[in-house]
Structures are given as structure tokens and as C-alpha cells.
């Protein structure tokens, strides 16, 4: 069985950092994408940035150029950097790991951005 665990949201200034780490943990097929995913209240869990196990990245346009996605596959971990945070940013961001044939789910760790 496979478990995710996320660590790193909290609460920062607008203009500040934040590092989001994603554990994976089991039988997990080496091939595979990871990736964070947000959900704001009252809104749709939306991409923000997904790392497939041989590099490639996509990010959602509101991130790009402030949020990096890297991860270690000797870990089976998946980090996101999130620099130049603002207020929009503030959401619950969750951990997905994508195989050929399932999907799993972290918990989610909440992100808030003061002004």
C-alpha cells in the first residue's frame, strides 16, 4: 500500500518562502509522475505543478517563475519551492502520485499567505 505524507505548509508573509516536501512510501512503480495540487475554499483542486521520474515539469501559469517542483527518486520524495508567496496563494496543497494504473493522494498541508 502506498502513503503519502506531506510536510512544510504553514503560515508566511506575502513575499516570503515556503518548501513543501512529499514522501512516498511502499510499492511504488518506478515510473511515475508526482506532483502538488491546491485547493482554495470554495474552489477546484487544480494543478500547480507535477515532475515526471525522468525530469520533465509543468507548471500552472499564475506559478511559473516563482514555484520550482524537484524531487529525489531514491527518496521517492517531491519538493516544492515556493518563493515570492502572495495572498492568492493561500490554499490547501496536496501530494499526487500518478503510476500507470493508480493514483494516490496525500492528506494535504495547509498554505497561508498574509498580505
Known amino acids: 500500500q502506498v502513503q503519502l505524507v506531506e510536510s512544510g505548509g504553514g503560515l508566511v508573509q506575502s513575499g516570503g518562502s515556503l518548501r513543501l516536501s512529499c514522501a512516498a512510501s511502499g510499492s511504488i512503480f518506478s515510473i511515475n509522475t508526482m506532483g502538488w495540487y491546491r485547493q482554495g475554499p470554495g474552489n477546484q483542486r487544480d494543478l500547480v505543478a507535477r515532475?515526471?521520474?525522468?525530469?520533465?515539469?509543468n507548471y500552472a501559469d499564475s506559478v511559473k517563475g516563482r514555484f520550482t517542483i524537484t524531487r529525489d527518486n531514491d527518496k521517492n520524495t517531491v519538493y516544492l519551492q515556493m518563493n515570492s508567496l502572495k495572498p492568492e496563494d493561500t490554499a490547501l496543497y496536496y501530494c499526487k502520485l500518478t503510476t500507470p494504473r493508480y493514483i494516490y493522494w496525500g492528506q494535504g498541508t495547509q498554505v497561508t499567505v498574509s498580505s
Open positions: 515532475i515526471t521520474s525522468g525530469g520533465s515539469t
